[in-house]
């Protein structure tokens, strides 16, 4: 049903009033990020205003607010004036032009692409998250994403959740590579069920890898600590590059999984028969663990419980019985 307001109520609609524009500005300088509990009250109507509009995006892990580029704020405004009416496309190549000053303000903050070619470094965690906002802002095309480590941040998915669903909304492209331990935790397989929803595809590499994510092919964001405290934008493009191809040939070598099927319960053994399977094949205790992303002190304790199970007392009896048992298997 067309919308019955006037082109001009539309166009009035969309934009910021006074009131927001300065609140926006005024972000822009204090670095285009600001928490909710430092937003004087005066301002909370202007806050909820540049939300509505779409120029701040609510992060959820710490209560603040991240500036948006005006121009993504004009492309979808202009997309939705002129698939709702041609009468309107007068008003959408307006958009720019009203749009000019926050614009403006947006480019005279410090910003990424003022920097020089190369490796910038974060330290900060709450910027770092600001800037991977900003990447996906800008992101067009495609992101390619490797998240080692099993199980997912349980406080990070609902922020990462929003970015995926409005860049792939976009009609953007998503890979993502898990460990296999990914699969075992709920909340990281219902995020994946969602993502393979909304158009993503997530696979799991059973070798290790490292954590990095490549937005268009022109910018890469890796850990600069081992504990992934601080982090290096990379935009060198040979750089950038390399890590492309790193990333395409360990997608090569990844695994599909059904996160649907997963997610209610009936695509994947219990962790301890995988344990079995990959000791009835001569592997390590080591080498378990790492193919399913577990600590070798968690592959101990699945592997106590087998012998239990097969009343083994070494693990060569173990390993013993359990080949004799696959075997017996596959000849009934």
């Keep these: ?23 926006y500005c005024a972000i822009l300088r204090e670095g285009g990020r600001i928490r909710a509990a430092e937003v004087a009250p005066g301002d909370t109507a202007a806050l909820r205003r540049l939300v ?28 939705g004036i002129r698939l709702a009416s041609a009468r309107l496309l007068v008003e959408a ?29 974060l330290t900060d965690m709450a910027q770092i998250r600001h800037e991977i906002e900003l ?32 860049y792939l909304e976009r009609g953007g492209t998503m890979r993502t590579l898990y460990e296999p331990a990914a699969r075992l935790d709920r909340l990281t397989v219902e995020f994946a069920v969602e993502l393979t929803r909304l158009g993503g ?28 405290s601080s982090a290096a934008i990379v935009e060198d493009p040979a750089t950038v590059a390399f890590l492309v ?16 099927a997963l997610a209610a319960g009936s695509a994947e053994p219990a962790v301890h028969e995988q344990v079995g399977r990959l000791l009835a094949q001569g592997l390590t205790q080591r080498a378990i663990g790492s193919r399913l992303g577990l600590s070798e002190r968690t592959v101990a304790g699945h592997i106590a419980r087998l012998r239990e199970l097969y009343d083994a007392e070494t693990l060569f009896q173990l ?5 004799g048992a696959r075997t017996g298997e596959s000849d009934a």
Aim: with cysteine.
């Design 1 to 23: 049903m067309a919308d019955p307001r006037s082109p001009s109520e539309l166009l009035a609609a969309a934009l910021p009033d006074a009131a927001a524009r300065e609140l």
């Design 52 to 79: 509505e509009v779409g120029l701040l995006v609510h992060q959820l892990m710490d209560a603040s607010y991240s500036a948006v580029d005006p121009r993504s704020v004009t492309e979808r405004i202009g997309a």
């Design 93 to 121: 190549e307006q958009l720019p032009g009203l749009m000019d000053d926050l614009t403006q303000a947006y480019d005279a903050t410090a910003r990424r692409t003022d920097a020089p070619s190369g490796v910038r470094y």
């Design 135 to 166: 990447l996906s802002q800008t992101c067009r095309t495609e992101g390619l994403t490797a998240q080692p480590g099993g199980a997912r941040p349980a406080e990070l998915l609902p922020d990462s959740l929003d970015r995926s669903r409005r």
């Design 201 to 228: 595809v997530t696979r799991v590499l059973a070798a290790p890898f490292k954590r990095m994510l490549i937005f268009d092919r022109t910018v890469a964001v890796i850990p600069a600590a081992p504990d992934n």
């Design 245 to 260: 191809d790193v990333f395409e040939q360990q997608w090569q070598q990844a695994e599909g999984v059904n996160w649907s």
């Design 319 to 323: 390993g013993w019985q359990m080949r």
